[in-house]
C-alpha cells in the first residue's frame, strides 16, 4: 500500500503562483512514476497534468507545458507541481498520483484562479 498525502492548494488571483505538495509513504519502492492529474470540469474523469518517472523523466499536458514544473526529492519521498502563470481554466481539484504495480490516488487538493 501507497499513501500519498497531498498540501499546496489554494486561492490565487490570474498570473499568480502556487506549488503543490504530495508526500508518498507506505511501499514506495514499488512505484515507478508520480504525477499529478486534475479533474475535468462537468466530466466523471481525470486529465494528466504532468508525471515524473524514477528516472527523472518528465512529460507535462500541453496547456500547462513552460508553465508547471513538476520534481521530486528522494530524500523526502516528496514530488511538487510549481504552477506559475496560472489561468483561470486551471481551476480545478488536483490529484497526486503514483503508479508501479498498482494505482494509487491521493485526496484531491482545490485549486482555483481567480479572473
Known amino acids: 500500500q501507497v499513501q500519498l498525502v497531498e498540501s499546496g492548494g489554494g486561492l490565487v488571483q490570474a498570473g499568480g503562483s502556487l506549488k503543490l505538495s504530495c508526500a508518498a509513504s507506505?511501499?514506495?519502492?514499488?512505484?515507478?512514476?508520480m504525477g499529478w492529474y486534475r479533474q475535468v470540469p462537468g466530466k466523471q474523469r481525470r486529465e494528466v497534468v504532468a508525471?515524473?518517472?524514477?528516472?527523472?523523466?518528465?512529460n507535462y499536458a500541453d496547456s500547462v507545458k513552460d508553465r508547471f514544473t513538476i520534481s521530486r526529492d528522494n530524500a523526502k519521498n516528496t514530488v511538487y507541481l510549481q504552477m506559475n502563470s496560472l489561468k483561470p481554466e486551471d481551476t480545478s481539484v488536483y490529484y497526486c498520483?503514483?503508479?508501479?504495480?498498482?494505482?494509487?490516488w491521493g485526496q484531491g487538493t482545490q485549486v482555483t484562479v481567480s479572473s
Open positions: 508525471v515524473i518517472t524514477v528516472g527523472g523523466r518528465t
Open positions: 498520483n503514483a503508479a508501479g504495480r498498482y494505482i494509487y
Open positions: 507506505g511501499s514506495i519502492f514499488s512505484i515507478s512514476a
